[in-house]
């Protein structure tokens, strides 16, 4: 695993601070997000020798995709966010920060 529980919780909440209504699939990119500039996921180039270099694509492991969904469903029963944005949509993938409070504890 390259990310803490900790870690996961922390870039998410950070998200939300910034983005108090989103969706599901905008909190699984912003910790995507963070991998990536890590160098962890997506294109990687790497340097064998002073003339051959080999690039590959890196997806994100099952670990830390699964991590990231638990993180966001123990947002969800902290009820920390909340489905919907608005009463056109109510329900996931819509979510919206309901309590700051808590939320303020991951940051």
């Known amino acids: 695993m390259s990310l803490s529980k900790k870690e996961v919780q922390h870039i998410i909440a950070h998200y939300l601070n910034d983005h108090e209504k989103t969706q599901f699939g905008s ?3 912003s910790v995507k997000k963070v991998l990536e500039d ?3 996921i997506g ?6 020798g002073s003339l051959l270099t ?3 694509y890196e997806n994100i492991s099952n670990e830390d995709a699964l991590l990231i969904n638990d993180v966001i469903y ?3 029963y902290e009820r920390i966010i909340t489905p919907g944005i608005d009463r056109n949509n109510l329900e ?3 979510l919206h920060v309901s309590d700051k409070e808590k939320l303020n504890k991951y940051l």
């Open 27 to 29: 909190l699984i990119d």
């Open 74 to 76: 123990d947002f969800l």
């Open 43 to 48: 294109e990687i180039t790497e340097h064998r």
């Open 54 to 56: 080999v690039t590959h």
């Open 92 to 94: 996931l993938p819509f």
């Open 38 to 40: 890590k160098g962890q």
